[in-house]
């Protein structure tokens, strides 16, 4: 893991396409220069060769731009789905993320304006991961304006979270990774693709089954899997929390309605300009193709 | 459907279009000539009957060609396929 630590300083020059430095994060991206860079994301790589080059990319941004192939039109039922409705005590669950919000002073001290990490956690298994966001991607949130995002409440490194640990379970993910995305009043994530790296990196550094598979630039996974994003709100949807999916928006949820969403290409954004906290549970990890929720298959839970 | 395939598609049975005569920005196809991206609206609208809008494009001082005009889509087709 060390290995990816360095990396992440570690930028290669000779893809950057901007010759003048003004031009950096320039909304909206040049549409040849993104050509240019999907043509590159295009080509045949490993899985461990897919994360050396992204890490190294003087421009994550343009990167992730350029990895969507999202056109506009699409259907709703390709950008996000229903995959799962769980029902267990989230009145619990609720009442003990308050708690914990309220000691760590997530609302009160609602501030995400600096680059390396935005989880709120202070386990000494947090040092085994690497940063989840690239440097450039917050340079070009930062100069828009986008400078409180959300928090990010450790589940699966810590045993604060045991009965969301045990949601994480139902779903049979390898390298699952569970985190409480929680968003104070005010909060706002523009628009973006993922890659899903945190994950992902940890699969490439520890499975060398993975690290050598074929990576695939449409799905953005390794040939043969899937990875996946579960979303899962814990409480009800209060007005005032937006969710997007490009033209297409998810809207008054109810806790334990979990959807699968088009991480990928469908490009989505959240804003809390209500006057609640909105958390949701992100659930990430990788399945075979085999897998239900590969299928779209729909499941009821009990906890 | 995803990008590159409709990309794919458009270059097949548009043989005179070259794969620089058009970009994807933000979900849209922006054309450098705005008879070419005619061609591609009747193209598409005739091999999936699709609802097509067609505007002009706003050029960004930070570009470095000219683009004429933009298609968008409202009624893509549902994708069989995870991804």
Redo the contacts between chains.
């Keep these: 893991m060390n290995s990816h630590y360095k990396r992440i300083g570690a930028v290669d020059e000779s893809q950057n396409r901007y010759q003048d430095p003004s031009m950096l994060h320039e909304h909206p991206y040049d549409p040849a220069i993104l050509e240019e860079v999907r043509n590159d994301f295009l080509k045949k790589r490993t899985c461990k060769e897919f994360i050396d080059w992204i890490d190294s990319h003087p421009h994550y941004d343009v990167v992730a731009e350029a990895s969507s192939q999202y056109i506009r039109g699409t259907d709703v039922n390709d950008c996000f789905w229903p995959c799962a409705e769980i029902e267990t005590d989230w009145q619990a669950i609720n009442s003990h993320i308050a708690e914990y919000a309220k000691e760590e002073e997530l609302n009160t001290k609602f501030n995400t304006d600096y680059t390396e990490e935005w989880r709120i956690s202070n386990m000494t298994k947090q040092k085994s991961y690497v940063p989840f966001r690239h440097n450039s991607e917050l340079d070009n949130q930062h100069k828009h304006g986008f400078k409180k995002q959300y928090q990010l409440i450790e589940v699966t490194l810590t045993d604060t979270f045991l009965e969301i640990k045990a949601i994480e379970d139902l779903f049979d993910f390898h390298w699952a990774k569970t985190d409480i995305n929680y968003q104070p009043t005010s909060g706002q994530f523009p628009r973006h693709v993922d890659f899903l790296t945190t994950g992902f990196k940890r699969a490439v550094e520890f499975d060398s089954a993975i690290a050598n598979a074929e990576y695939d630039p449409v799905s953005k996974c390794p040939v043969g899997w899937k990875m996946v994003r579960i979303l899962i709100p814990s409480d009800n949807w209060a007005p005032g929390q937006l969710f997007s999916f490009e033209e297409h928006s998810w809207s008054n949820w109810r806790p334990g309605q979990a959807i699968n969403f088009s991480w990928a290409h469908c490009r989505h954004a959240t804003a809390n300009s209500g006057y609640s906290p909105r958390s949701i549970i992100k659930i990430t990890g990788l399945v075979k193709d085999s897998h239900w929720l590969v299928k779209k298959q729909f499941k009821k839970f009990t906890l | 459907?995803?990008?590159?395939k409709?990309k794919n598609t458009i270059l097949k049975k548009l043989p005179d279009l070259d794969k620089?005569d058009f970009?994807?920005?933000?979900?849209?196809l922006?054309f450098k000539n705005k008879d070419k991206s005619i061609q591609v609206k009747k193209l598409l609208e005739d091999l999936y009957s699709?609802?097509i809008v067609l505007t002009s494009t706003i050029n960004?001082p930070?570009?470095?060609?000219k683009?004429e005009s933009e298609l968008?889509?409202?009624?893509?087709?549902?994708?069989k396929t995870?991804?």
């Design positions: 459907m995803k990008y590159i409709l620089d970009h994807l920005l933000e979900g849209k922006v699709l609802d960004h930070h570009w470095d060609n683009y968008y889509f409202n009624n893509i087709p549902t994708e995870y991804a």
